[in-house]
């Protein structure tokens, strides 16, 4: 009778219900494209809380998982490893803004005049109101000379990883962050892939350039463009007024 029972209840089994995740669009900042992506999910959340909450957690680790996160989440075609560092950061801080919420409550310490004590000062942090500072059309042309120009490509999160473990000294002398970061080599209307020629005649064509000239393509990644969020807070017992200004991943990974 049991095994009658069984068999008669495996025969009737039905899956529960499947929940569709509501989808958004979004504008890539560096390539204008459009993308659709959800909200993370439940299982993705346990794994940025388990990030957040380990103290050994460096900045390596923590783009690890915000790659992981994204990965899942966008349904378009996406290469990961291609994105600017920006371009992710800004994906992701989307991607929490439409998980869980747009608003992280935060705080603010500073030493209080009137008391001598330090007062918190609590604030808003609206995601909603990150932006991308410093992002300019043409920015990443570099002129070298009336017929030359270079043009960049803002560096990728698979670059920033290789540079990590990269020695100081062999980053240097092959120019290895330069030359992954050149993307075409103009001449009048010729264009170059430089992906398509040989590290060494790469390395080959910096070292002809004058130090000026050289010293143009270094200042690239002095102005790179980043995510940053602004804001005035003001402490009610002094008056004191300081400025917000958040930048970068571990910034806004709260």
């Known amino acids: ?12 089994i039905m899956n529960l219900p499947k929940i569709s995740a509501p989808t958004y669009e979004l504008i890539v900042p560096s390539t204008k ?12 959340e346990k794994v940025l809380l388990m990030t957040k909450e380990s103290k050994d957690a460096n900045e390596n680790e923590i783009s690890t998982v915000i790659k992981q996160i994204v990965n899942n989440c966008v349904i378009s075609e996406l290469l990961i490893d291609d994105l600017s560092t920006f371009d992710l950061e800004y994906i ?30 609590p604030f808003d942090l609206d995601l909603d109101e990150v932006t991308i500072e410093g992002l300019k059309e043409n920015s990443n042309i570099i002129k070298i000379n009336d017929s030359i120009s270079v043009i960049m490509k803002y560096p990728d999160y698979k670059l920033i990883t290789e540079l990590a473990n990269t020695d100081a000294k062999e980053m240097l002398s092959d120019m290895k962050i330069i030359v992954n970061s050149m993307q075409y080599i103009m001449e009048n209307d010729t264009k170059f892939l430089v992906s398509d020629f040989p590290h060494e005649e790469v390395v080959e064509f910096l070292e002809s350039l004058t130090s000026t000239q050289f010293i143009e393509l270094h200042n690239f990644f002095d102005g790179l463009p980043k995510t940053t969020f602004k804001s005035n807070i003001k402490c009610e017992h002094c008056d004191f007024t300081h400025n917000i200004h958040l930048t970068g991943i571990t910034d806004f990974f709260v």
């Open 1 to 12: 009778i049991l095994n009658k029972f069984l068999n008669n209840r495996k025969g009737n």
């Open 33 to 44: 494209t459009t993308i659709t992506y959800r909200p993370f999910l439940v299982k993705e």
């Open 92 to 121: 992701f801080i989307n991607l929490r803004s439409k998980s869980v919420g747009n608003i992280i409550n935060l705080t603010y310490e500073h030493e209080c005049p009137n008391n001598e004590k330090m007062k918190t000062i």
